[in-house]
């Protein structure tokens, strides 16, 4: 067995590699030099520098594991490689611990004014009267995204006797109790907090999650730490407001574009900034090399990697026949994790009919997927679903039946929060994905990758038209419309399919209808 490692690593990591293959370290080759080559090798090895593009991968035919150490994938090209059969893993956890004590570091380096003293000091200015922190202790510390990350600064935090709040709705009530965090809602954390850090993926739905109108709710005393993803924050409207004293201060590890020397951050006294070395220990670069290694090793002696990004190969002949199912399975999980309220406790899946002749841990790895993909740095697969499951507090029960009612196939899965239960339904109809079931409701709709409007309200003559009536003057078209209801003038669920998403303004408008009860913008 072979193994290219073509961007530096920690040399722990390739001695770990000599033990059990012929490594070649090759660093800095250029594209056509490296799918010159690839051809020799079972493993290729990469950080961020090296694009790993569909050619590469094409030219690489003895491939059978890309690892990154690291956790970003954004330069393999994964879909191109599980085309191919070949496994992709990363290191996700072995830099959490140099992550968290750098937020640490920022915390209070931005509580004391660390670097603005420094350099005043340096320019041969004693000058103390301008300088006066802050003390952690007692103050409100409230931690967006409790992952591996989050939750290491949130056990460390508890040293400086600080309060903590956090907000995930994808850990359990018991979880977050064991880490003496009190979950709360993400307007009331702003509302709240004295520091407030971001432990969370960049992803569509946290793009710019907090601008000017988040802002404007916290406290002026408050202090914000980014050392996640850099878009989390809309930078214009940070600077704005540390400049006009309506928030104490910031510290930015991260930023929206990288490698970033000309930011409107710059720009502040108030805002302390530094260039992604939320990863730069030696300890960090150790993990990732190590862990990618150890991975590398596994998938050539034929055992399963712990942080595969795409699920292990299946055999052609069984991945016919469970596809079309976890299309399902993956598309409930999505429904669900926008359409819940609150803290996830449990989920119970019930395969009937054909789908319980499949594989449960696929199925069951498709539907924590769909559940947690807008909320997880790590990609969920059959090898690694229940151990993030775990991880996060949540418990699973499964169920199998033989018999299924209405349709030959039907996956049903209920999600368990602390306000309420969610239960969606799916079968595969005509070999599409179909949508069958929520809560009370028999419907049917086909996941297209647009979006969806779900209004639950109460039955009664021109609801329809008052909330067609919105989208059209927002220009927004419906391309088809279900009735769901219980009962003439009884309880009634609404399907709106868009062919655009509503802004905030026509949701309101919408939840402001008499006998609306709730509106819910879903994209599946």
Partial sequence: MKVLVADPIAKEGIELLQRHVKVDVKTGLKPEELKSIIGEYDALIVRSETQVTPEIIEAGKKLQVIARAGVGLDNININAATQKGIVVVNAPTGNAISAAEHTMALMLALARHVPQA???????????????GTELKNKTLGVIGLGNVGSEVARRSQSFEMRIIGYDPFVSAEY????????????????????????????????GMVGDKELRTMKPTARIINCARGGLIDEEALYKAVEEGRIAGAACDVFSKEPMTDSVLFKSERIIVTPHLGASTAEAQVGVAVDAAEQVI???????????ANAPQIASE?????????????????????????????????????????????????????????VSEERINLVNAGIIATQRGIKITELSEDICENYSSLITLEVHTSKEATIVAGTVLRGQTHIVHINDFWIDIVPNDGYFLFCDHKDRPG??????????????????????????????????????????????EIMALDDVYTAKLVKL
């Avoid at 596994?298 to 595969?308: E, F, I, S």
């Avoid at 926008?338 to 199925?363: H, P, S, W």
């Fill in 118 to 132: 420094h350099a005043k000091l340096k320019s041969g200015v004693w000058q103390r009267s301008s300088y006066t």
């Fill in 176 to 207: 977050a109790q064991n880490l003496g965090i009190e979950l709360v809602t993400i307007d009331q954390l702003l509302k709240d907090a004295d520091f407030v850090t971001f432990h969370i993926p960049l992803t569509p739905k946290t793009k």
């Fill in 298 to 308: 596994a998938v050539l002696n034929g055992q399963p990697a712990r942080y595969a």
């Fill in 318 to 374: 069984a991945f016919a026949s469970v596809a079309p199912y976890m299309q399902v399975a993956s598309a409930l999980g999505s429904l669900a994790s926008q359409f819940m309220e609150g803290q996830v406790n449990a989920i119970k899946i019930t395969y009937a009919g054909d789908a319980a002749a499949c594989d449960r841990n696929i199925l069951k790895a498709a539907v924590i997927g769909g559940l947690l993909e807008k």
């Fill in 463 to 508: 609801l329809i038209g008052a909330a067609g009536n919105i989208t059209g003057k927002a220009d927004i078209n419906i391309s088809a419309m279900q009735l769901a209801r219980l009962q003439p003038r009884g309880k009634a669920l609404m399907i709106l399919a868009l062919d655009e998403p509503l802004k905030d303004k026509q949701l309101k």
